[in-house]
């Protein structure tokens, strides 16, 4: 009796383990490749699969993106800088039968391949290319590593560049050609300033010459603006054409008087001797009263 309960328990302890080796769940995102006796015979899941115990076997394989960080890369630029460079790449399994068959290591293969290829693309271009284009550079990386891992069954759906390590004598450099820029800037930016103004200027003037009287409001402009503020000193713009009026009638005031002189003082003025001048009628008179006595 006790060898029938033994024979029972061996009965169900190879039941279950027919089972648990026979039964497999799987996940939405696994899928099962199935091996029968060493060949490849179908792609199963997700849910629930039965094997065969010792006659197939079933290898999982997660369809989820995979985020995979490339290790520090030392990169030599075009123009001869050496720099680090890490970065980071997004992928997933698409075709789990290739990526499974064609590949010992799925993982490891895209590592070393996103590493080599980091280093491949960033050599061809310059230190700035690498600081301001990180887009196209990431954009050309994940191109390439599509391209070479479709064979695999894995598509690259994306590659990001993390940091770009530089050397304490580089970043200086750097620091110093940007603050160059900035400087040049700003003078291209003051030059346009006063270019700008000139022309403004140019046009004030011409409206202002054309109507004179503009040009006095103006000047009680000034004055009213220099009048608000807290100043003993007050400097009033003389124009130049005042100045020229009042050059032009100290002249005519000058002349005047040599006018009126008469022709003897402008014939003295000139060395010519002046005709005698007749007696006056009284004098006349007079000597010939002393003749007649």
Same mark, same amino acid.
Request: charged share 25%; glycine share 6%.
């Given at each position: 009796m006790i060898f029938d309960?033994?024979?029972?328990?061996?009965?169900?302890l190879l039941i279950v383990?027919? %089972?648990?080796?026979?039964i497999r769940i799987l996940r939405e995102y696994e899928r099962g490749i199935v091996f029968t006796l060493g060949r490849f015979t179908g792609v199963k899941g997700?849910?629930?699969?039965? %094997?065969?115990?010792?006659?197939?076997?079933?290898?999982?394989?997660? @369809?989820?993106?995979?985020?995979?960080?490339?290790?520090?890369?030392?990169?030599?630029?075009?123009? +001869?800088?050496?720099?680090?460079?890490?970065?980071?790449?997004?992928?997933?399994?698409?075709?789990?039968?290739?990526?499974?068959?064609?590949?010992? +290591?799925?993982m490891a293969a895209t590592s070393q391949l996103a590493q080599t290829t %980091?280093?491949?693309?960033?050599?061809?271009?310059?230190?700035? *290319?690498? %600081?301001?284009?990180?887009d196209r550079l990431n954009a050309d990386i994940q191109q390439i590593l599509d391209q070479q891992t479709d064979a695999w069954g894995i598509k690259v759906a994306n590659v990001e560049i993390k940091h770009i390590d530089l050397n304490e004598n580089m970043i200086r450099a750097i620091a110093k050609q940007a603050e160059a820029e900035r400087l040049r800037r700003a003078k291209v930016i003051n030059a346009e300033g006063e270019q700008?103004?000139?022309?403004? @200027?140019? *046009?004030?003037?011409? @409206?202002?010459?054309? *109507?004179?009287?503009a040009m006095q409001l103006r000047y009680f402009a000034a004055l009213h603006d220099i009048a608000s503020e807290r100043s003993s000193t007050i400097v009033f713009p003389l124009p130049t054409d005042l100045l020229a009026h009042l050059n032009g009638a100290s002249e005519r005031q000058?002349?005047?008087?040599?006018?009126?002189?008469?022709?003897? *003082?402008?014939?003295?003025?000139?060395?010519v001797p002046s005709a005698?001048?007749?007696?006056?009628?009284?004098?006349?008179?007079?000597?010939?009263?002393?003749?007649?006595?």
């Open positions: 309960y033994i024979a029972y328990l061996v009965l169900a383990g027919f %089972l648990a080796a026979a997700p849910g629930l699969i039965i %094997l065969i115990p010792f006659v197939q076997q079933m290898v999982r394989v997660d @369809l989820r993106v995979i985020v995979q960080d490339v290790p520090p890369q030392d990169v030599i630029s075009r123009d +001869n800088v050496s720099v680090k460079v890490n970065a980071v790449i997004y992928f997933r399994i698409v075709d789990p039968e290739r990526a499974i068959i064609k590949v010992e +290591n799925y %980091l280093r491949s693309v960033l050599g061809k271009h310059e230190l700035d *290319e690498m %600081l301001a284009e990180r700008q103004a000139a022309e403004k @200027l140019v *046009e004030a003037g011409r @409206l202002l010459a054309a *109507e004179p009287q000058v002349i005047g008087p040599r006018d009126a002189s008469g022709p003897q *003082e402008r014939s003295r003025e000139a060395g005698p001048e007749p007696p006056a009628q009284g004098g006349r008179d007079a000597a010939e009263t002393a003749a007649v006595q």
